[in-house]
């Protein structure tokens, strides 16, 4: 009796280790896969973000506990082996709906991905060519980075380059130079050279300064353009989150009365505007209540208070009122999951602005939470790389 009773139980020992196993295994991407269908589920909702940087990570736990699950099986077949295998192939459906998705997307947009990319380092960008002052205002210095193209690079042409300005995120309180150092790496070297500007953050309520701090930065650009080879006709305005949201501002009202620069001289008009998931629909975020500055509900900080403590600032530090036909064109990208700025508040103000007769491309970037292009070899920030030089040779190149 004994010697048939050890080898049973000693395969009922390995397979319910095995299922132990696959279950532990599978639990990361399944929480993953959840969060990613149910992007607003409490908890469970933020592990979606993880597609965009673990996509790959998702698939290689899914194979191996499959593998797992299938030992288990073989080694003593029962129903909790079944059900452990059958739990691995519900959650590599999952993962298989979200890749076939991704790639579509980037497919519609005539980008590549690459899973393999997630799990390799990422080179490091290099350091900025130079870094300046623009200005001081009220004490405080106004700086910028500037990343040239090099040598060889397109876009060369006797008037110089097109350039692109960036305006850093942060909530209007936080952030500085340098925060997207791939993405000015992979501008540069598709010959936009980029100028990334500061500005006065919060506190105090910088809701006039900031704007107009960032008019500051294209008032300047003109003065040393041709040091670094810029055409000044050629100068698009981008920015992430709250950046974002101040390079609407800037595109649209640089040059006009609306909103003059915090150090004088005369603005270059940008020719083109992008914003990755901008922070713009103040009131909209404010009421959504998803995000806290310093204590506070953003953007009160920034602002000053609530909306119906202060309805007219919170008009005046949005763009929107200055949306009119002749706006440079717009790219809009914001993530499909974002927590922070919510993807419906997105594209409801990229609504407003094409009524209001603005030439406005919005890309929704699936699976992607605020910040995603953070992430220099995320899926997202993977697409931003063909995405925005199409655009920018679209409207600053080809016209």
Do not use: K
């Not at 696959?22 to 469970?44: M, N, Q, R």
């Not at 097109?162 to 942060?170: D, E, I, R, S």
């Not at 500085?176 to 953050?201: E, I, K, W």
Request: net charge negative.
């Amino acid at each position: 009796m004994t010697v048939g009773f050890e080898p049973s139980r000693s395969r009922l020992f390995a397979r319910a280790l095995l299922g132990a196993l696959a279950i532990v295994v599978l639990l990361p991407p399944a929480l993953v896969l959840a969060g990613a269908f149910l992007p607003d589920a409490p908890v469970v909702g933020r592990f979606g973000a993880f597609v965009n940087s673990n996509l790959a990570l998702v698939w290689l736990l899914v194979v191996v506990a499959a593998v797992l699950a299938a030992s288990a099986v073989v080694v003593a077949r029962s129903p909790f082996g079944v059900a452990v295998l059958a739990l691995a192939v519900l959650v590599g459906a999952g993962a298989g709906v979200v890749t076939i998705q991704v790639f579509g997307f980037a497919g519609e947009h005539w980008a590549q991905v690459s899973l393999l990319r997630q799990l390799t380092p990422t080179p490091a960008p290099g350091e900025p060519d130079a870094r300046v002052t623009i200005a001081t205002v009220d004490g405080e210095a106004l700086e910028a980075e500037i990343w040239r193209a090099p040598e060889g690079a397109p876009n060369a042409s006797p008037t110089g380059r097109p350039a692109v300005v960036f305006v850093h995120g942060g909530g209007f309180a936080d952030g500085d130079l340098g925060m997207r150092p791939h993405t000015f790496r992979y501008l540069a070297d598709a010959g936009y050279p980029v100028v990334d500007v500061s500005y006065r953050l919060t506190p105090p309520p910088r809701w006039q300064d900031a704007p107009r701090d960032v008019v500051c930065a294209l008032a300047w650009l003109p003065t040393v353009a041709s040091l670094y080879g810029i055409d000044v006709g050629r100068v698009a305005a981008m920015g992430e989150s709250a950046g974002g949201s101040l390079a609407l501002l800037a595109g649209y009202g640089a040059g006009t009365d609306a909103l003059p620069s915090s150090c004088g001289g005369d603005p270059l008009r940008p020719a083109a505007v992008i914003a990755i998931s901008p922070a713009a629909d103040l009131e909209g975020i404010w009421a959504d209540g998803t995000l806290q500055i310093q204590g506070r509900r953003f953007p009160e900080a920034y602002v000053g208070g609530p909306p119906a403590e202060f309805p007219e600032r919170y008009e005046a530090a949005t763009p929107f009122r200055l949306a009119r036909p002749d706006a440079p064109p717009t790219l809009i990208v914001t993530g499909g999951i974002d927590h922070l700025v919510r993807p419906a508040r997105v594209i409801g103000r990229a609504e407003r602005l094409t009524s209001a007769g603005v030439d406005v491309r919005l890309v929704v970037v699936p699976y992607a939470d605020h910040g995603f292009d953070g992430e220099a070899n995320g899926l997202g920030a993977q697409v931003l790389e063909v995405i925005v030089p199409a655009f920018l040779a679209e409207v600053l190149v080809a016209s």
